[in-house]
């Protein structure tokens, strides 16, 4: 169907010149597998484009597999995106870097997730593309910090920011913003339920959010 | 030696009435181990209670092992605290409870934490001594709560300070201290060094700071 | 219904002398909960000894709760099995003691396993019960010992093989017989499917496995 | 020291035709990285090439960093192996990556272990070396299996020996070696001080152990 689509795309090319569109690929884990259903962020972002008129600019293409880390991400980047040749790459990756080490033990090291990290961008720029970073945002919503996990969350999270400054490139802190909305919505402290259904993967709130920080992120660029 | 003394002790008591002292054991894991070292936080309760005059009220034992958790205590409870006759069980645990999930994998689970600390302080009770909890301090001072086990850790104390409310306890908050000192005095957000020398054990402020908050309970007991 | 059967028998029991029943009591995990479905091993011993016509000897009881490990058992030892005066209790556990440690980081450690383990024995012996012990059977069929948490499963079963010893009470190695069994019957080296659906939970050849050797055991004592 | 050596070689090289020496890199963990000490596994070869005469054609060199897992040696494998233009890589890895399951929760999953292997193998081919490859010995020398990491260490074996024959790459199995040897001289089943003197790093016994093996298989290379 895609396909398709895009021969049709080619045929009235013929015809007159069809602008450019900005291909941009989100390459992350389940939370981002979700991202292109009905109401996933990356459905959302393409209606936010629609409702603002600029669906002919750009083309949305997901790449998230469940459980994925930063290094899965390293080993299938050619395959996945690369040769995809995109325009634009979101990677949203750090949950199961953090979450692993406890359900099977076999989560990432902090150094290591910044070697495959910053491994991965200089692939990607190497390939034209720009880059959009991500912060994880919670595995847990409690505000007080008494998610097992905010510990290193936030940990891995400090990477992140720091490999953003380092390579001067846009973050997306969803942590950050998820935080903050929580502290305003979720006065019981609850673990689940703001803004997602199960403390990790987003519900209609969450990938509102996501949808609408990248989005704001994503019309900016050129 | 410290029975010689206490022969002494006995024999002096045919001659006038002696008060008699209050006998507080300190019961943990390394933490605790420590605290009966020169410098140590129990050695330092001793010397606070010794510049206010009030050395012969009180009698000091330390009962910590290295690596203990929740159900260590729990299992040597009888033996190493109550066939002691107590009359107060300062109780600080939880450091290992949290941190052998990732060194060992064999951490305790939350609501075990909670049962066995609750079936500890019933038999406490029942033996007829005083209480007194502690939250476990820190696993890296960083203030950020970026120091990987913060979230777990923040639980547990979560779980402590409940059940010093629901047994009515008097709760000495050491995780709330140490982040609020660091808070003060750690600008540069480092992970030991302010309270600790390596994240987990106490240098010598660390040292003094839980023995002023343990000594400003213990003399107004009675 | 249970009740109403009870009532029964005690009404029957004014008219004559009834027979006193031996009360077994299974005491585990997630595979003895599962043990009195239809199916399970605790239903088929109960078919095995109505096919021997001893079904008026004996009472069984399921005393399973699933992801118990040896300390939750102790926990739970005086309201689920103690209050009931078994005249005997079947002890199988392990595999969680074990799981746990890479599914959650908390497993229990050896020397704990053994200490919690004894403390159940001397309550049960004190309350005049029976003992049967049994070793974990498998969390994988492997028979080339490639199964990953094989080496804690055969250290833990080798723990309980010297409380058994110790203690002398009568163990069903039900480690030794799954691995007997599979080496007769798991010619390709599957992780499943011969005496489990899933690599832990018993399937019908696996619950009969079990039943008989539990009967064979049961049915020898008094 | 090593470059007047090669200074000193490659001035007489203007004199007569020097053969050239086959370059063996020894890429691995801890155990390598102690290799090459005195009375290390390298050190020992290096012995016994010059007890058969065979010194002149060969130079070792050891590039183990304690603690690495599989992709610690994939992110190394360009500056510390294939910039050294090696004749021959010998890879010897799999220890960290099961134990570190357990002692930090970031061990490697069996499917990567394989993919960073595979990749490994692929750049050091294209580099036109040879390779050895590895099975990891031991973590505990029991041999009733009943060491922890058992079943994960023969899992992971089972994937270096299955790399092995689908590149058709020679193996020394050390695994199987160190199981036979110990079959053999380790009748007490103890954990340590057969061919270890910690249940990992090499004795004396075992540093000739691997020596003689990897010798073997290195003197008929060419």
Redesign the interface.
């Known amino acids: 169907m895609k396909y398709v689509f895009m021969l049709v795309l080619s045929v009235m090319s013929f015809g007159f010149q069809q602008p450019q569109k900005t291909r941009v690929i989100f390459f992350g884990d389940s939370i981002t597998q979700m991202g292109v259903e009905k109401g996933g962020y990356i459905s959302l972002i393409d209606s936010l484009s629609r409702a603002e008129g600029q669906q002919e600019k750009f083309e949305w293409i997901g790449a998230g597999i469940g459980g994925n880390k930063v290094?899965?991400l390293y080993?299938r980047l050619q395959k996945d995106v690369l040769s995809k040749k995109p325009d634009v790459v979101v990677i949203y990756v750090g949950v199961n870097d953090v979450w692993?080490?406890?359900?099977?033990?076999?989560?990432?090291?902090p150094d290591?997730f910044e070697?495959?990290y910053q491994?991965m961008l200089e692939q990607i720029k190497a390939a034209g593309a720009k880059i959009i970073m991500c912060t994880p945002a919670v595995i847990?919503e409690k505000t007080?910090?008494?998610?097992?996990?905010?510990?290193?969350?936030?940990?891995y999270?400090?990477i992140i920011r720091q490999i953003a400054k380092t390579n001067q490139l846009p973050l997306i802190d969803l942590r950050k913003s998820f935080l903050d909305y929580n502290l305003r919505h979720n006065k019981e402290n609850k673990d689940r339920g703001i803004l997602t259904y199960d403390r990790v993967h987003l519900n209609a709130q969450g990938n509102l959010l996501v949808a609408q920080q990248l989005w704001n992120q994503l019309k900016s660029i050129k």
């Open positions: 290094y899965d080993l692993h080490k406890s359900s099977f033990g076999t989560g990432t090291d290591k070697k495959f491994a847990g007080d910090f008494s998610n097992p996990q905010d510990g290193d969350l936030n940990a999270s400090n």
